[in-house]
T-cell receptor, first 112, second 113 residues
């Protein structure tokens, strides 16, 4: 238990669906991250938020849309995904004074 | 950002000491060396971090030579539950890029009975 929660833990969606992934932390961390982990590939950084402001978009397709309404919550809105987007999506958070990231358990996404 | 190179996989037996070496030839002055552990279908978990010489905590030790171009994660007396992927990362601490993690392939450690 890292203090970072993600919902849902598993999600199956069609290519025309719209869904959202949620990440929540009450650790007092100000930086939050989305990562994608495909089978047999390294974790890929997708988005970085610092104090609710997006500071990095790692060339992620627009069918992934992040939202950070406050420092405790991070969303990833999904629409018109492709089967190759199937992966484990991980959220992480970090306190300003440290570079240790706390990861959530991830959402296992399957796009049919 | 510094790139790291580490073995793809390692095998060990319960009770042995495991040393995983990582090379990071382009490490910068403000970079820290950090190791994460990941079990299947879980997020990575921070193990240890160091800048130079040796760091030890309740889980592992980290050895860093003076030139900082490599580092070795040492796991004492591994058990079956240490079977996981271990990632070596160099992390810049500071500014907007602070804490940014770039993951490589990691080392898949398999501990056998």
């Amino acid at each position: 238990e890292t203090g970072v929660t993600q919902t849902p833990r598993h999600l199956v969606m069609g290519m025309t669906n719209k869904k959202s992934l949620k990440c929540e932390q009450h650790l007092g961390h100000n930086a939050m991250y989305w990562y994608k982990q495909s089978a047999k590939k390294p974790l890929e950084l997708m988005f970085v938020y610092n104090f609710k402001e997006q500071t990095e978009n790692n060339s992620v397709p627009s069918r992934f849309s992040p939202e950070c309404p406050n420092s405790s919550h991070l969303f990833l809105h999904l629409h018109t995904l492709q089967p190759e987007d199937s992966a484990l999506y991980l959220c992480a958070s970090r306190r300003d004074s440290s570079n240790e990231q706390f990861f959530g358990p991830g959402t296992r996404l399957t796009v049919l | 950002l510094a790139k790291t190179t580490q073995p793809i996989s390692m095998d060990s037996y319960e009770g042995q000491e495991v040393n995983i070496t990582c090379s990071h030839n382009n490490i910068a002055t403000n970079d820290y060396i950090t190791w994460y552990q990941q079990f299947p279908s879980q997020g990575p978990r921070f193990i240890i971090q160091g800048y130079k010489t040796k760091v030890t905590n309740e889980v592992a030790s980290l050895f860093i030579p003076a030139d900082r171009k490599s580092s070795t994660l040492s796991l004492p007396r591994v058990s079956l539950s240490d079977t996981a992927v271990y990632y070596c990362l160099v992390v810049f601490l500071g500014g907007n890029q602070g804490g940014k993690l770039i993951f490589g392939q990691g080392t898949e450690l398999s501990v056998k009975p």
